[in-house]
Structure formats: structure tokens, C-alpha cells
């Protein structure tokens, strides 16, 4: 056969083997990619990797958070930043990174903190040597419209270089007479993508809720008297329910930051009240471990504190903020998400805050509403209740019925959160995806009604603000189980991890699996810590009442005993809960070493927590500064 004729027949024979390949691709299910964005380098949390030429003698460089306007509706969040009041010179190096990467930043100012009346303007500028790779010019000052008061976002390739210089200058106005400005959100950036995938029986979707201030023991699913919950109680027949649950701190930044990474308040430093922390870059949170598994993200946060200035929206692919919305309108939006994605697996993330607000809206939950007392205003609620905090004369019977409706108003808001379960679950039978749907409920913490004196949350470290619920359903899920194990819900992302089987890397390797029996039984055992920077004392001599400070706690499987930090003599409160289960006898002045003894427990525990935490707050670098920001001063025994 000649050479021609197998050519021919070559050629012929590729042709049909390229036609045989396109039909069968054709019958394969095409590639979808999805946007993932990695974070390789956060340099406020980074000081190794900058370094300060110059800066304002009164005002020196630090890494803090700023805030260009109280406005939400504008990019004006509070975010990460190295503050540069000028002049000042900081050069960042950018050795050993992708050249396919960039800078991204912004430049802005801190105006809350801005009480003066002068105005003027600031250049921002970002060299390489000689060269201005970007620049911008900010004015400031009181006539300013909000409209201008916000993050100027900008992005540079660092493909070629080694380093870069910031620089701000005032343009213009008084020098003595200037509000914080500097670089927010100074991260190396690298964009990705990564094929979507569908869901599996070994590799489910997952839905995790947070119903903001919702403590156990105000729910059906819980043995509560009032059917607040018929939701939630039904899925806990459907799964596993665990009966002592536990959140590390009465108030949200602190307890939703350790939902999403496993660790305790002191470590990953989202504690607050200040605005310089945030949940740092260089940790691995839940969603990022979803997202670079294959799980499509997506979060919907009515708390206006879980947004993405704090870092809460690492690892999202998208992440929609509301303001104290309630469930029902939050639902219409999740609806039309979860619709779009169900095609694929995915995670969704939902923080309902009904509860919070104390604001039934729905006719089916107004029969949960008590009567309304005579001239009742919230207002008039806070008003008595702190006239009788502060020992000042009140109307105790007034101040006990408006705590009775206002209790009867948190029973219809938490029935309309649980009826978004309710929705959610209608949803997702629709949409076909909900025996492939892993479902987990809990909350960032409790609710008080005078059960210690106090209202709201945040101020105590008592059963009534830390003991929230947590159940969980769907493929793998034990039905139909009570653990009775008391657990921390920290622990909720290393338990999905194992779970959805995805491997833990970084800081999610400190969780537990709370379906491990052998796992949470063990620690189980060990102490549980809690703690507040938003704690209200009621000093009975040791402070003067109603002063806020930091509360530091610890709970062992007999006793609670907490305490404020004094330079002087620390105010404490010690409880034995085998007698006292409700925790109304304090008996610290009869046990003085054993508060002793726990009081050097939480030191150890505070201090080597906080000694790994990766949160430069307001400038501090050493374990010593940051335990001095957040509320800790020296040895307890001096």
C-alpha cells in the first residue's frame, strides 16, 4: 500500500476518532466553573512585611480598623487598615508572591472618631521607586457628603515587583487637626477558579442557621411550654439534638467568629467592643474549607455586625447584608439563591435575628403575645430597669409587667425565625435537594429576663445568655438521638468537616467531633470558658454598680465562677451549681482559694490563647498589649 493511501486512511481514521470524541463529550456534562478568591497575604495583621519610613510624630503607623462614615448604605464599613496619619511612608514587601496576584486596597479615613471642624484633603499615593502606580485625592471634614465619606477601592498587578511604598500627605488644611486616614483592607489577592460540583450522598449540601439570641430552654424543641418551635422539635426527630450546648460569649462578634473557625474569643480576637479587630485573613474559616472542596457559598445576614468589614465573608461567594430584616423578607432572597444553585452542592449560611428585635410582625405568632401594660415603651423598660441596677426608687410591679410582655414578645419572634425553618424546609423538598441536605441549628447566644438582675444580653456570663441550642439533621445524622453530653458549639465546624468528609487544615484542626462519643465525652469533661468585653457589674462595694467591664469566666461540671479584671482587687462571683443549680448563691467569700485557683485558670487560658492569636488590636503587637485591650491586667494574686 502506498503512502498516499495511508495518509488517506490516517487522515480518515483522526477525523472519525475526533467525531466519536465530540459526541461523546457531547453527552458529558459541560465544566462549570465557579470565581474563588484566595487571600495569600493580609498585611495589617502581617507587621514582618512592612516597614515604616516615616511617619507622624504624634500619630505613628499602626494596624487598627477605620471607618469612613456610619452610613451602611455606601462602602463605609469599618475594615482592617494600617492607619497612616500623615505624613507618612510605609513600604510593603512583596517578595515570594504569585506575579499573577494584586494589591487590593483602600483609601479612606476614620470620620466617627473625627470631632473637628477644620477641612481638608489627604493624597494617598503607591509607588514602585520613582513610579506612581496609583493615587487619589480624599477631602474630609464636616460638610462633606456621606456620599464621599467612603472607601476608595483601587487594585494593582504585582506582577515585577518586589515591593511598594505607601505614602499619605496632607493637601491640604491644618496639620494639627487631621482624622485617622490610612489603607484599608491591604491584601495580596489571587483569583481562582474551581468546577462546581453536585451534591452526593458522601458529600452533601449543608445549611447552617444562627437564630441570633435564642436561648435553649425558650424553645419546644427544648421541653419550653409555649410551641415556639414546632419546626426546630421536628428537626430534632429527624436527627440529633443536643440537650447542653454552649456558646463562648453572651454577645455575637465573639461567638459566630468562633463558629466559624472552632476557636475560643481570645484566639481568633474578634472580642470587641472596639473596632480594632476583626476575624483575621490568616485563619481558615468553614466556609473556605467548603469553597475549596467544591461547595458553592453563599450567606445571608440580617445582624448588621456579621458583615463582610469584619471579615465574615471569607470563603463566600456571594454574602448579602440586611439591617435587623426580618426572616420573612430575608426568605424571599434565599428562595430565589438556593433555586439558582440547586443544580449544585452547595453551603448556605443564614443569620436570622428576629428574636433580637422583639418585633412580631405576623398574625400567626400574635397569640403569643401577653397583654400589653399601659403606656409600655421599651424605653420605659430600660429606664426602670436600670433605676433599679443603680439602687434608685422604681416601680417594681411595673418593671415585672413590662418584662413579662416584653418576654411574651422574644415567644412570637422566635416563632416567626422557626417558621423560616419551616420554609427553608418547604424549599428545599421542593427544589428536590432534602434528603441530600445537612441541616444545622444554633445561636451566637441567649436572651436575659432579671433571672440575675439583667436584661438583654452580653452583660453576664449566666445560663440565660450562654446556653443556646443546637441541633442537627441529614445524611449521617443519627435520628432521633438526645446527646446529653454537654458541648461547646464552637465546635460545629470540625464537626461538619468530618462529617461531609473535607479534611481540616489550620486552626479547624483545634475542633472536635461532636458525633464522636469518645471525642465529646472527653471534652466533655475538661472546663468550659466564657467571656465578654460588653459585662455590666453590680459591684455590691467591690465597683461602682452598673460600670461596664470585662468578664472572664470559667464552668467545670460543678461550679461557675467569673470575675472582672481590677488593678486593685478583682470583683468575683463563685457558684456551686450541684446545690444551686440556678446559680443564686454566690460563695466566693466562703471559697477564696478555690477562686483563686480558677482565677489563675482562666489567666492560663486567656494568656496562651491569646499569645496565638493572629489580631493586631489598636496597634499592640505583644501578648502583654493585647491582653491589656481586652480587659486583663497583670497577676490576679497581686
Not at 447542653?244 to 473557625?261: Q, V, Y
Not at 451549681?577 to 446559680?583: F, H, V
Not at 492560663?604 to 488590636?617: F, G, N
Request: charged fraction near 20%.
Amino acid at each position: 500500500m502506498n503512502s498516499s493511501r495511508l495518509d488517506a486512511i490516517g487522515s480518515w481514521a483522526l477525523a472519525l476518532l475526533a467525531t466519536l470524541m465530540v459526541a461523546s463529550c457531547s453527552d458529558a456534562e459541560p465544566v462549570v466553573n465557579m470565581p474563588i478568591e484566595r487571600i495569600l497575604l493580609d498585611f495589617p495583621a502581617e507587621p514582618d512585611r512592612r516597614t515604616v519610613e516615616s511617619e507622624n510624630p504624634t500619630l505613628p503607623v499602626q494596624a487598627t480598623t477605620l471607618h469612613p462614615s456610619p452610613y451602611r448604605q455606601f462602602d463605609s464599613g469599618a475594615i482592617a487598615a494600617l492607619q497612616m496619619v500623615p505624613p507618612a511612608r510605609v513600604q510593603l514587601d512583596l517578595n515570594d508572591l504569585p506575579g499573577d496576584a494584586e494589591l487590593r486596597f483602600g483609601t479612606g479615613y476614620d470620620l466617627p472618631a473625627y470631632e473637628g471642624e477644620a477641612a481638608g484633603s489627604v493624597r494617598f499615593r503607591v509607588y514602585d521607586g520613582d513610579t506612581v502606580l496609583h493615587e487619589a485625592f480624599m477631602p474630609f471634614g464636616p460638610g462633606e457628603p456621606p456620599g464621599r465619606q467612603i472607601w476608595r477601592r483601587a487594585a494593582i498587578p504585582i506582577d515585577g515587583l518586589t515591593s511598594v511604598v505607601l505614602e499619605t500627605h496632607l493637601q491640604k488644611g491644618d496639620a494639627d487637626a487631621l482624622p485617622p486616614a490610612g489603607f484599608g483592607g491591604l491584601q495580596i489577592v489571587r483569583a481562582e477558579k474551581r468546577p462546581r460540583e453536585r451534591a452526593s450522598a458522601d458529600q452533601p449540601n449543608l445549611v447552617v442557621v444562627v437564630i441570633d439570641t435564642l436561648r435553649a430552654d425558650r424553645t419546644s424543641a427544648y421541653g419550653y411550654g409555649r410551641e415556639t418551635t414546632p419546626h426546630l422539635a421536628a428537626l430534632a426527630e429527624r436527627g440529633t439534638r443536643f440537650a447542653s450546648s454552649w456558646a463562648p460569649s453572651p454577645w455575637t462578634w465573639p461567638s459566630t467568629a468562633s463558629l466559624m473557625t472552632t476557636l475560643e474569643p481570645p484566639e481568633h480576637g474578634l472580642m470587641g467592643p472596639t473596632n480594632a479587630c476583626y476575624l483575621s485573613q490568616s485563619l481558615v474559616s468553614l466556609p473556605e474549607s467548603l469553597q475549596s472542596a467544591g461547595w458553592t457559598t453563599g450567606a445571608f445576614s440580617a445582624n448588621p455586625l456579621i458583615h463582610t468589614g469584619k471579615g465574615f465573608d471569607q470563603g463566600f461567594e456571594s454574602f448579602q447584608e440586611y439591617r435587623w430584616t426580618p426572616s420573612g423578607a430575608i426568605m424571599d432572597d434565599v428562595d430565589v439563591w438556593l433555586k439558582a444553585q440547586s443544580e449544585w452542592r452547595f453551603f448556605l449560611y443564614l443569620h436570622l435575628t428576629d428574636p433580637h428585635e422583639y418585633r412580631p410582625r405576623q398574625a400567626s405568632s400574635k397569640s403569643l403575645l401577653g397583654d400589653k401594660p399601659q403606656g409600655f415603651t421599651p424605653t420605659r423598660l430600660q429606664t426602670t430597669h436600670a433605676r433599679m441596677r443603680q439602687g434608685k426608687s422604681h416601680d417594681i410591679g411595673k418593671l415585672q409587667a413590662d418584662v413579662a410582655y416584653r418576654s411574651s414578645q422574644y415567644d412570637a419572634t422566635v416563632f416567626e425565625a422557626d417558621e423560616a425553618l419551616g420554609r427553608l424546609h418547604a424549599k428545599l423538598a421542593e427544589l428536590g435537594r432534602l434528603d441530600d441536605t445537612i441541616v444545622l441549628v444554633t445561636s451566637d447566644h441567649g436572651e436575659a429576663f432579671l433571672e440575675h438582675g439583667a436584661l438583654n444580653h452580653s452583660s453576664t456570663l449566666h445560663d440565660e445568655m450562654v446556653n443556646v441550642p443546637l441541633i442537627l439533621a441529614g445524611p449521617g445524622v443519627p435520628t432521633g438521638r438526645t446527646v446529653l453530653d454537654r458541648v461547646q458549639n464552637r465546635h460545629v465546624a470540625s464537626t461538619l468537616l468530618q462529617l461531609l468528609d473535607v479534611e481540616p487544615t489550620g486552626n479547624l484542626l483545634h475542633g472536635i467531633d461532636l458525633l464522636d462519643d469518645a471525642q465529646r465525652k472527653a471534652a466533655s469533661k475538661e472546663p468550659f470558658f466564657f467571656t465578654t468585653m460588653l459585662g455590666y457589674w453590680d459591684a455590691e462595694g467591690d465597683l461602682p454598680a452598673l460600670q461596664q467591664v470585662p468578664l472572664h469566666g470559667v464552668r467545670t461540671q460543678g461550679e461557675l465562677f467569673y470575675y472582672t479584671p481590677g488593678a486593685d482587687r478583682p470583683a468575683r462571683r463563685y457558684y456551686q451549681l450541684d446545690a444551686d443549680p440556678t446559680a443564686h448563691d454566690d460563695r466566693s467569700t466562703q471559697n477564696p482559694e478555690r477562686c483563686d485557683d480558677l482565677a489563675r485558670m482562666i489567666q492560663t487560658w486567656m494568656e496562651d490563647l491569646v499569645a496565638r492569636s493572629p489580631v493586631v488590636v489598636g496597634g499592640g503587637r505583644s501578648t502583654q498589649d493585647l491582653l491589656q485591650g481586652i480587659g486583663y491586667v497583670g497577676d490576679q494574686d497581686e
